[in-house]
């Protein structure tokens, strides 16, 4: 009669992982030896002792037990294949198994959709999609792409290709800072090692600044436009609703709900910041004027929940994906009739649902107000993020004050 091999897990708590989990191994047992090996599996002690004792509550947790459980009876099946068994040919066979899931979890597809299924789980759906917008740009380039192939090289000639083929600085931006993050996500999982992180030499493309926003004459011009058609006066109403209170964002303005409209002010939450714990996530208070009081009450939706939407944008009936689909929509049309409008106006750039968010942002700085205030006006997280919003300052000031230059000494 054979003696059989046995193996069961181990949680390694003598080595975290920068995640702050510990490595879970695998243990055989053979002849009174044993040998440990790794797996692709990591968890915390709470973790490990609710998967192991079956008392795993949370999704994530119950999902793991399975891929665990799922990989430890693969491993049972594989010993008990091998007569006579040896850890030598035991660990021909791990060899390849380690290889196979190697190259499985380093496949940027992969790594991709795990990050983009957590988007969606949060219900990030822009930013989910965004992210399979630049997978789908990856493995146009190269298929069954691999992040252990990536390296300066790589991304200089990617850039290349793209920009090659007319795609925007901006584009190629997004598509980069997007992969940039995939990288440093499985550094952290330890599914590569940190030299072979490629952006330490390779600089993402960043576009030069495009004027965004108009000075106060343009703006005069679009307050003062005046037509019969109600769909260009929708559109034109909300760019003015948005550049009367800080420059709000678009989506931002789709998802106010009754209760953030208080009388004299808005109150609300970014979308972009909602979830984060951190300064960004604070509440921006807008005062209203007549003006921007006068477009509530001309297009309020019939709902009187206070957690009905304020305007009849998006239903409180829709899901997430819906909610998303229904207010690109409102922003495309209110960009197509802008866009007339700006041609009409002979405007020197083209008239967008953004370009209120600028100029309020710039008008306000050169009308001497602190960056600390626009930082908290426009709802950022830092300084950094309101300096790229800021126009450079108009040409007749520029001009005084380069004037002021050889003052005294000539």
Not at 179 to 184: A, Q, S
Not at 277 to 284: A, D, H, M, R, V
Not at 300 to 311: E, S, V
Request: proline fraction near 3%; include cysteine; charge should be positive.
């Amino acid at each position: 009669m054979s003696i059989l091999a046995s193996c069961n897990y181990f949680l390694d708590t003598r080595h975290q992982l920068k995640d702050y989990t510990y490595p879970v191994k695998l243990t055989v047992y053979f002849m009174g030896k044993k040998k440990r090996y790794k797996t692709q599996f990591s968890c915390d002690k709470s973790g490990y002792e609710k998967i192991i004792n079956n008392l795993s509550k949370s999704e994530a947790l119950r999902q793991q037990k399975k891929q665990m459980d799922r990989w430890l009876m693969e491993q049972r099946g594989i010993i008990e294949s091998i007569s006579p068994f040896s850890f030598d040919e035991y660990e021909k066979l791990l060899h390849k198994e380690i290889i196979d899931a190697a190259l499985e979890r380093d496949s940027a597809e992969t790594l991709f959709n795990e990050y983009i299924n957590q988007l969606k789980k949060r219900k990030s759906i822009g930013t989910a999609t965004s992210y399979q917008t630049a997978l789908n740009s990856l493995l146009g380039y190269k298929k069954n792409l691999r992040l252990s192939e990536i390296d300066e090289n790589f991304l200089t000639d990617y850039e290349h290709t793209l920009l090659t083929k007319k795609k925007s600085e901006t584009t190629v931006g997004i598509y980069l800072r997007s992969l940039r993050t995939i990288f440093n996500l499985a550094i952290a999982k330890e599914v590569i090692h940190p030299k072979k992180y490629p952006f330490k030499k390779y600089t993402i493309p960043a576009p030069r600044n495009t004027k965004k926003a108009l000075k106060k004459n343009d703006i005069k011009k679009i307050f003062a436009y005046e037509t019969e058609d109600t769909t260009r006066e929708k559109a034109l109403d909300f760019w003015k609703f948005s550049f009367m209170c800080n420059g709000i964002n678009f989506k931002d303005i789709a998802l106010l709900k009754n209760e953030d409209f208080k009388g004299d002010f808005i109150e609300f939450r970014r979308s972009k910041t909602r979830r984060t714990t951190k300064s960004g996530n604070l509440p921006i208070r807008i005062p209203m004027n007549d003006m921007s009081k006068a477009i509530v009450r001309k297009y309020r939706g019939k709902g009187l929940n206070p957690k009905d939407p304020l305007f009849p944008i998006i239903t409180k009936s829709m899901d997430e994906i819906q909610i998303d689909k229904a207010v690109e929509n409102f922003i495309q049309i209110t960009n197509k009739w802008l866009k007339r409008i700006g041609t009409e106006l002979e405007l020197p750039i083209k008239l967008t649902t953004y370009v209120a968010r600028h100029s309020f942002a710039t008008i306000q700085k050169n009308n001497g107000l602190s960056r600390e205030y626009l930082k908290e006006s426009l709802g950022h997280a830092s300084i950094a993020t309101t300096e790229r919003y800021l126009s450079s300052f108009e040409d007749e000031d520029v001009v005084e004050m380069h004037g002021k230059l050889l003052e005294g000494i000539v």
